[in-house]
């Protein structure tokens, strides 16, 4: 719904089970919106992707399309939004990695949807809630089982 003009639009995103507003975008003007189906059941027939997709949604046209780019970020606020960094258009990031078991810490960049990792932080699973970083003094710090850690920052 356009809230300046009252006029309903439909959203141009294929139907599925789950279709779900994740966050606003400032940086694109638009919603992120992750869209899944369900699984079969002996009375549902699931509807949606077989892979669960993430859609960017311009919100005064209704206009989506699938984005490919790095969203784990955008799915990471809570209580307070990504930490603005020093370098304009981008954010501190906190990003689990399965596959390296641990967290890579960055540089993410809302308007591209890219992740610059600049270090990795072993055995710790955190997100960008749990992150606070001091540019100044090349400071990480990371909340963690209800202790506040501190790690210096690569070049």
């Known amino acids: 719904m356009n809230l300046s003009s009252g006029e ?3 959203v141009d995103v ?5 279709l779900e507003p994740i966050a606003y975008v400032p940086e694109q003007k ?6 899944a189906k369900d699984m079969p ?8 992707p077989d892979k669960p997709e993430y859609w960017l949604v311009d919100p005064e046209t209704g206009k989506g399309e699938v984005t490919s780019g790095e969203i784990r970020p955008l799915t990471h ?6 930490q603005p960094a020093a ?10 990695s399965e596959k390296n078991c641990g967290t890579d810490i960055g540089l993410y960049d809302a308007t591209s949807l890219n992740f610059t990792p600049k ?5 710790l699973t955190i997100n960008s809630q749990a992150l606070w970083i001091d540019e100044q003094s090349r400071t990480a710090y990371i909340v963690y089982k209800s202790q506040l850690l501190k790690f210096l920052l690569g070049p």
Request: aromatic content about 6%; some cysteine; charged content about 25%.
């Open 30 to 35: 638009r919603f992120l919106a992750y869209r």
């Open 119 to 123: 270090m990795h932080v072993p055995e």
């Open 41 to 48: 059941t002996d009375t549902h027939k699931p509807v949606g």
């Open 77 to 82: 606020v809570g209580a307070r939004p990504l």
């Open 14 to 18: 294929p139907e599925a089970d789950t």
């Open 8 to 10: 309903v639009l439909p």
């Open 87 to 96: 370098k304009s258009g981008r954010c501190w990031a906190a990003i689990p």
